[in-house]
C-alpha cells in the first residue's frame, strides 16, 4: 500500500529543512555506507506511532531564476501536487508576514488538510507570539522548535491524525511490475512507446489505478507485465520540467510500487549527479534495477566506446554495482531486443529464494578462503546464516558480536553469496544478530 506523502511548505528562513532532518532523523545524514550513495535530500522516508509515510522538504525545490514570490508559490504548487498532508511552517520570532500569507492563499486552494506550524518557538514565554498566526485560517497553530526538537511529538500527532487508507490496484504475484525513473530529457516517454510498439506486446491501458498515474498492462512473450507511468511530467510542465529535483518526487511514487526499476541515461549527454541522485534512491528502495542507456544511436563510437561507457558508468554508479546495463534506441529501437530478457532476469532474483543448507556451506567456505576479522582480540564468529525475505533478498547471519561484522567483510560475504547464488540485477541485504 503507497505510504502517505508529507509536505513541508513555506516562506525561506522559517527553518523547513531543520524541522525535516529533526523528522527524519539520521535517514537524511547516513543514508548508507557505500561511495557513490548521494546524500542530498529533499524526499525520505519518516514514521510516527507506527505511522510510516514519506516527507518532502521543498526548500530543497529550487526554481532557477524565478523571483522571490513565484519562487514561493511554484514550491508550494508542486507540494500541494504531490501531498496529502502538508505541514506549513512559519518563524514565531519575525511573526506574520506578507508571504506567510502569500502561501496561505495557495494552501487555501488545494483541498489537502494544512497543519499549521509556528517554528523557533523556543522557550515557554514566547508561546504568546503564535497568536497573530490564528488569522491565517487553519485552526490551532502548533509552537515549535525545530532546532530543539520542542512540539514536534504533538505537531506529528496531527499530521497522522489526517492519514487515510490509500488503495491501489492490486497485481498477481506473477506479473513483473517495472517503472523508468531519470532525469527530463532522458527519453523515458519514447521508451515506453519504443516497449509498447514492439509486434510481440499485448497492450491495455488501466488509468486511475494510482493518483496521476496510468498503469499499462502488456504480455511479452507470453509473460504479463505492468509499466508504472512516473506520472507527470506532462503535468503543469512548465514549472516541473525547469525543476530536475522534482524528477525525483515523482520518480518515488513509481518506484514503491515497482519489481523491477529501469535507470535511463541519456548517451549523449553523459552522466550527471542528478542521475547518481535518482539511482541512489532505487537502490534505497531495495529494488531491482537495469540500467538503460538511451541514445545510443546518437553518440560516435567505435568497437572501444560501449567498453569505456560502461567503465564510466560502473565507476560513478558503484553501489549499482549488480545492475545489468543495456545499450539502446528508444528512436529507432535498436538493441531494444536485449532489454526484457534483463527485466525478467531481475526481477527473477529480486524474488529468489536459496536453500539454508546450500547458504551455509557458501558462508563456510568463504569464512575458510578468509577467516573472519578481530577487533580489539575478539573474533568474529560466524554461526548460522538464513534467507528470511525476498524483494530484495534478505539474509540474516547469527554471530557472537553484531559490531564485529565490518562493512568490508559484509561485503566480501555479499560477493560470495552473489557468486554461489547470481542475485544480478537486485541488490541484496545482510543483518547481523548476535546468537541468543
Do not use: C
Not at 516562506?11 to 548508507?32: D, Q
Not at 511514487?253 to 541515461?265: C, G, H, M, P
Amino acid at each position: 500500500m503507497p505510504k502517505p506523502v508529507v509536505a513541508i511548505v513555506g516562506r525561506p528562513n522559517v527553518g523547513k529543512s531543520t524541522i525535516f532532518n529533526r523528522i527524519v532523523g539520521e535517514r537524511v545524514s547516513i543514508v548508507e555506507d557505500i561511495p557513490g550513495v548521494t546524500r542530498d535530500r529533499i524526499y525520505a522516508e519518516a514514521e510516527w506511532l507506527t505511522h510510516q509515510f514519506n516527507i518532502i522538504d521543498t526548500g530543497g525545490i529550487e526554481i532557477g531564476d524565478e523571483p522571490f514570490l513565484a519562487q514561493i508559490r511554484h514550491q508550494a504548487e508542486i507540494a500541494i501536487d504531490e501531498a496529502d498532508v502538508i505541514i506549513f511552517v512559519t518563524n514565531g520570532r519575525e511573526g506574520l508576514t506578507a508571504a506567510d500569507e502569500e502561501v496561505a492563499k495557495i494552501l487555501y486552494r488545494s483541498n489537502k488538510p494544512v497543519v499549521l506550524a509556528v517554528n523557533k518557538i523556543d522557550n515557554p514565554n514566547m508561546r504568546e507570539q503564535i497568536f497573530d498566526f490564528y488569522s491565517l485560517g487553519f485552526g490551532e497553530p502548533f509552537p515549535i522548535s525545530g532546532s530543539h526538537g520542542i512540539g514536534l511529538g504533538d505537531l506529528l500527532d496531527e499530521v497522522v491524525k489526517h492519514f487515510k487508507n490509500k488503495t491501489e490496484e492490486e497485481y498477481d504475484e506473477d506479473i513483473i511490475k517495472f517503472s523508468l525513473i531519470g532525469r527530463p530529457n532522458v527519453g523515458k516517454s519514447s521508451l515506453v512507446n519504443a516497449i509498447l510498439g514492439e509486434e510481440r506486446v499485448i497492450v491495455s491501458d488501466i488509468a486511475g489505478t494510482t493518483r496521476d498515474a496510468i498503469d499499462t498492462t502488456f504480455t511479452y512473450n507470453g509473460q504479463d507485465f505492468v509499466i508504472i507511468d512516473t506520472a507527470g511530467m506532462r503535468k503543469k510542465g512548465k514549472v516541473y520540467e525547469s525543476t530536475e529535483k522534482y524528477s525525483v518526487l515523482r520518480a518515488l511514487k513509481a518506484i514503491e510500487r515497482s519489481d523491477v526499476v529501469l535507470v535511463v541515461l541519456n548517451g549523449e549527454e553523459g552522466i550527471i549527479e542528478q542521475d547518481k541522485r535518482i539511482a541512489g534512491y532505487a537502490h534505497e528502495a531495495g529494488k531491482g534495477v537495469v540500467i538503460v542507456v538511451n541514445k545510443w544511436d546518437a553518440v560516435e563510437k567505435d568497437e572501444k566506446t560501449m567498453k569505456q561507457f560502461e567503465q564510466k558508468i560502473r565507476d560513478h554508479f558503484l553501489f549499482l554495482d549488480y545492475a545489468p546495463m543495456v545499450f539502446l534506441s528508444a528512436k529507432t529501437k535498436k538493441r531494444l531486443h536485449t532489454l526484457m530478457p534483463n527485466i525478467i532476469m531481475a526481477s527473477e532474483n529480486h524474488a529468489k529464494r536459496v536453500q539454508t543448507n546450500v547458504l551455509n556451506d557458501v558462508i563456510m567456505d568463504a569464512v575458510a578462503m578468509n577467516p573472519t576479522p578481530t577487533d580489539k582480540g575478539t573474533r568474529l564468529k560466524i554461526y548460522y546464516a538464513t534467507q528470511v525475505a525476498v524483494k530484495p533478498p534478505t539474509f540474516v547471519i547469527f554471530v557472537n558480536d553484531p559490531e564485529l561484522l565490518h562493512f568490508s567483510y559484509e561485503r566480501f560475504l555479499e560477493n560470495r553469496i552473489r557468486d554461489a547464488f547470481g542475485f544480478e540485477g537486485t541488490p541484496i541485504k545482510i543483518i547481523a544478530r548476535a546468537r541468543k
